[in-house]
Each structure stands twice: as structure tokens, then as C-alpha cells.
């Protein structure tokens, strides 16, 4: 697989977002998890990300972060170029999601994801959500913390504007190296925030590449061009949004999610389908 660069590590074009194997009425049992994870490194895949709040339910915080951590020590291949990513600071209640910004509980998320994944440093660990109750320059503040103290290696923010970007750059500076937001067909108003990456020199890994669990089926709906394309070049419409999304930006590095191992494949498969000049413009 082409990679791509986060910061001072390449992993490949496409990654894994391994949310959909935690989300209570959807999630397969662990055994279907672990082979799809599994089919996602043998495909070449080195970006995995998850979530301390990826779970079924606010009772079992982590679900997800432990279920990537099995399948990794289980797996045969050489897991030292995998990048684990994941995120602190989106919290799960009983009445659903709520966000808790302040450096005190990103400090305490951030010591239980290193507990739950088995590490002494996480390779990507990502600010999830902002919290409207805490100054942003302080949640910021305490990634850095977190950052120089060797808990993480590297640093993301996730659902950021503009204006965050560059706040989170200036009290970052190259720690930072990525921003996860929302991207895809359907929802292109992260465009900006992609500039801005370009501009930093940040890694954009776009959440919901395919347009969400339960909507991948739509890009046919939405716009034929997608199936048009993909009948002509003989894959499926969803190796031609991520390749669409990969010739977006040289900093974009999609994270398709999948619960079946034969879902990843074909994503991971997007990573050699370049798109023609004419096809793209068709996309529009």
C-alpha cells in the first residue's frame, strides 16, 4: 500500500476507523471484529482509530480501544508500524455523549486509554471533541502537557474549525500533526479545514469518509457519477469516494469504518485507483 505521512511516521493512505465494531445494535461479536481488523493489517493497512468513548454503553468505556488491543497481540504480522490512534475528551452518559474538555479529565482519559491499550506511550492521541464550558487554549494546553510528560508521541485535535486549527498549532507547534473531521460526499464542509492542513503541513483523516454507518449505500443515490465511474473501471463506489478523497489533498488520509473484514479489503483496495483528471471533474 502507497503511504502518507502523520508527523514524523508514514502509514498507509487508507486507514481503519474501528468505530462501528463498538456501536450497540450494530457491533459483531469480537471474533468478527478481530478477522476484520486482521484483514485490514494483512491489506497493508497501519493506521487504526479508536476512541476510549467507542462503546455500546457509558458502562463499558474503552470497549473499543481493548478490542483493537486483542486483535493487535494476536495478529502474526509485525505490529511496530502500526499507528494506533485514539482520543480523549468526548465522554458517553447515560442518557448518550457529552464532552468534558478540561485538562484535568483529559489528563485522566489519557492515563486510562494508556492502561486499556497496553502501552507506555499512544502513538496519535486526539482531542475528540472542543467543550464549550473550557477555553480551548486549555484543553490544548494540556495535550502538550501530555505530550512532553512521554504519555503520547504525537498529537490531534478532532472536529476542529479553523480558527481551532491554527490556535491548536500555536500552542502545539510540530507536536500537532493531524485533524479528524467529518468528510465525505455528502458532507463537504470540512473543505476549509483541509486547506488549512495543506497549509500546516497536518494529516486530515476524514471521519465518515463513506457518509456514516448505515449510509454507504447512498453515494449511488446522491450522485450516479460514483457508480458510473465504478461500474466503468470494474471496483465498487466506495473504492471511488475514498480514491476521490485521497486525490483531494496529498494530506488527506481517509478512515473508512467496517465490522466485516470483507468491507476493509475493499476500502484498502481504493489506495491504488487513481482517478483521471475527466472522472474527478465528474465528481465534482
Not at 460526499?185 to 503541513?201: M, W, Y
Request: some cysteine.
Amino acid at each position: 500500500m502507497t503511504t502518507r505521512t502523520i508527523g514524523h511516521r508514514r502509514v498507509g493512505v487508507i486507514g481503519l476507523g474501528a468505530m462501528p465494531m463498538s456501536v450497540a445494535g450494530h457491533m459483531p461479536d469480537e471474533a468478527q471484529s478481530i478477522r476484520t481488523i486482521h484483514a485490514a493489517l494483512d491489506a497493508g493497512i497501519t493506521l487504526i482509530d479508536t476512541a476510549d468513548a467507542y462503546t455500546p454503553s457509558h458502562e463499558d468505556v474503552g470497549h473499543n480501544e481493548r478490542l483493537v488491543a486483542r486483535a493487535l497481540s494476536l495478529w502474526g504480522g509485525d505490529s511496530g508500524d502500526v499507528l494506533i490512534a485514539t482520543k480523549g475528551g468526548h465522554t458517553r452518559t447515560p442518557d448518550g455523549w457529552d464532552v468534558d474538555g478540561s485538562p484535568t479529565y483529559l489528563r485522566q482519559a489519557c492515563d486510562r486509554s494508556l492502561k486499556t491499550l497496553g502501552v507506555d506511550s499512544i502513538g496519535l492521541y486526539q482531542h475528540h471533541r472542543p467543550d464549550p464550558k473550557v477555553p480551548y487554549e486549555e484543553t490544548i494546553g494540556a495535550l502538550k502537557e501530555l505530550h512532553d510528560a512521554g504519555k503520547i508521541e504525537l498529537a490531534g485535535i478532532s472536529n476542529a474549525d479553523p480558527e481551532q486549527i491554527r490556535i491548536a498549532h500555536g500552542i502545539l507547534g510540530e507536536r500537532l500533526v493531524s485533524v479528524q473531521n467529518e468528510y465525505s460526499p455528502r458532507f463537504r464542509s470540512s473543505e476549509p479545514e483541509i486547506d488549512v492542513c495543506a497549509e500546516l503541513g497536518l494529516a486530515f483523516l476524514p471521519w465518515s469518509p463513506l457518509g456514516g454507518i448505515g449510509r454507504t449505500g447512498e453515494l449511488s443515490e446522491r450522485n450516479a457519477a460514483f457508480t458510473e465511474i465504478a461500474v466503468a473501471r470494474g471496483v465498487s463506489p466506495q473504492q471511488v469516494c475514498l480514491a476521490w478523497e485521497l486525490a483531494r489533498s496529498p494530506v488527506v488520509i481517509p478512515i473508512p469504518g467496517a465490522s466485516r473484514p470483507e468491507t476493509i479489503a475493499d476500502s484498502a483496495a481504493a489506495a491504488t485507483l487513481e482517478l483521471t483528471p475527466e472522472e474527478l471533474a465528474l465528481l465534482g
